[in-house]
């Protein structure tokens, strides 16, 4: 199987930063799109940033100009550089993987982690 592990919450300060990583572990799989997803206390979660084995990225209007993902293929490893952090973007953050393991196509979650934005 394929596992997500996430690290980097925490709390900080209005226009703050806070970098979030995600490393992607098991045995004889390929990662192919990753993205970060947040859940708001009382909310859906949704899609914030997402980026292509070949390195695209999208962004939602939220966070465009603020947050940078970026990943390291021979990791396995995506990163969210979060800057001029918002009281909005208090959340719970996931990051999601596409990748393929034993001939099988696979949409992989990581366990979360927090992310709180206060003074």
């Known amino acids: 199987q394929v596992q997500l592990v996430e690290s980097g919450g925490g709390l900080v300060q209005p226009g703050g930063s806070l970098r979030l990583s995600c490393a992607a572990s098991g045995s004889d799989f390929k990662i192919g799109g990753m993205g970060w997803y947040r859940q708001a206390p009382g909310k859906e979660r949704v899609l914030i940033t997402a980026i292509t084995d070949g390195g695209i990225t999208t962004y939602a209007d939220s966070v465009k100009g603020r947050f940078t993902i970026s990943r390291d293929n021979a990791k396995n490893t995506v990163y969210l550089q979060m800057n001029n952090l918002k009281p909005d973007d208090t959340a719970f953050y996931y990051c999601?993987?596409?990748?393929?393991?034993?001939?099988?196509?696979?949409?992989?979650w990581g366990q979360g982690t927090l992310v709180t934005v206060s003074s």
């Open positions: 999601n993987a596409h990748a393929e393991w034993n001939k099988r196509y696979l949409e992989v």
